[in-house]
């Protein structure tokens, strides 16, 4: 059985996640702008959640079309194949968004969506009701400029819900961008790593993963494993191929942040994602930066003077880091931040920086590779 699926990420990570997928062996990756395509059979939904990194989810295509109207909107949703994956007893909810459509009611749009499969359906099972007391299938549609994606969500919870990160302090990075951060630095597991200002430790945690090549979805469940039209023996078959490809070894990762408490929380993340004994973490002033090594990377996502600090402390902590930095010119360092005066207050424009979101805020990240 041969499926279209496609990954959603963050603007700006879409040649990552078209890497990763293409190290995962998929077939006819191709990226477009927040999503990128691909193609395999059922084996491939089971690897790809599994394994991710830096996509949000994995949905599976039913069908695209184009739709001014809700008329199209429902004519095209009902000409689709839905009773290939929907059984009876399932529930399908739909949620979806709208963007530069003349259909830009989202509820609108649900619900037409919704009576379209239910008459599809009805059609094929004989039936004029659904007790949807099934396993969820979540229909998800994304409608851009006049043009109607319709698909399942084969993930659930989104894959940054890695499951070690219950708690956390403020601010917190997503796990997808960290890992996406550690990924950008081509920092896998050889040499020193740093996060001076590393919170709840999801960087950290997210670079040790990728040192030892462990999937980051290896301890969760996912949506498509109640399906019945997927076989069971993929998910265990993918997990025992994944932890197959892990590595063994000693890594130099360290966190540290000037809070005890965000230093407790990311212990205890780390020992739910099963890292504890590859990183460290300690109660450290990033101010007073120093390390005996001669060569390392530093991944960091300092406060933006939005969330946590007052925009002048921001710019204060920036000159303080940027001055502690001068003794350690070795080191890589890879600093996202919103911040438009970054660069003047840490004392030094970055080599290169590159557009990234963290959540729904446009932030720049800083890229200083020169000694």
Known sequence: MEL????????????LVAQELRRLGMEDVAAENGRVYFRGGPEAIATANLCLRTGERVLLELGSFPAESFDALFEGTRALPWERFLPADAAFPVTGYSLNSKLFS?????????????????????????????????????????????????????????????????????????????????????????????????????????????????????????????????????????????FTGSYSILGSDLDPKAIEIARANARRAGVEDSLRFEVADAMAFSRDSQRGVIVSNPPYGERILEKQDAEALYRGFGKALQ???????????????FERCFGRPADKKRKLYNGMIKCDLFMYYKD
């Open 106 to 246: 989202v509820s609108d749009c649900q619900r037409i969506i919704k009576k379209a499969v239910v008459e599809r359906l009805k059609k094929h099972y004989g039936l004029q009701w659904f007790p949807e007391t099934g396993a969820a299938h979540q229909i998800r549609f994304s409608l851009m400029k006049d043009k109607v994606c319709l698909y399942l969500d084969t993930s659930g919870a989104g894959l940054h819900k890695r499951g070690y990160r219950p708690a956390h302090n403020a601010a917190p990075l997503r796990e997808t961008l960290a890992a996406a951060l550690v990924e950008l630095a081509r920092y896998r597991g050889k040499g020193d790593f740093c996060d001076p200002f590393c919170g709840s430790g999801t960087i950290p945690i997210e670079a040790a993963l990728i040192a030892r090549n462990q999937a980051p979805g290896l301890n969760r469940h996912f949506a498509a494993m109640d399906w019945p039209l997927l076989p069971a023996e993929i998910w265990p078959q993918a997990r025992e191929a994944a932890r197959a490809r892990e």
């Open 4 to 15: 279209t699926l496609c990954v959603p990420c963050l603007f700006g990570l879409e040649g």
């Open 327 to 341: 003794g350690c010119s070795g080191w890589q360092l890879y600093l996202l931040s919103s911040h438009t005066e």
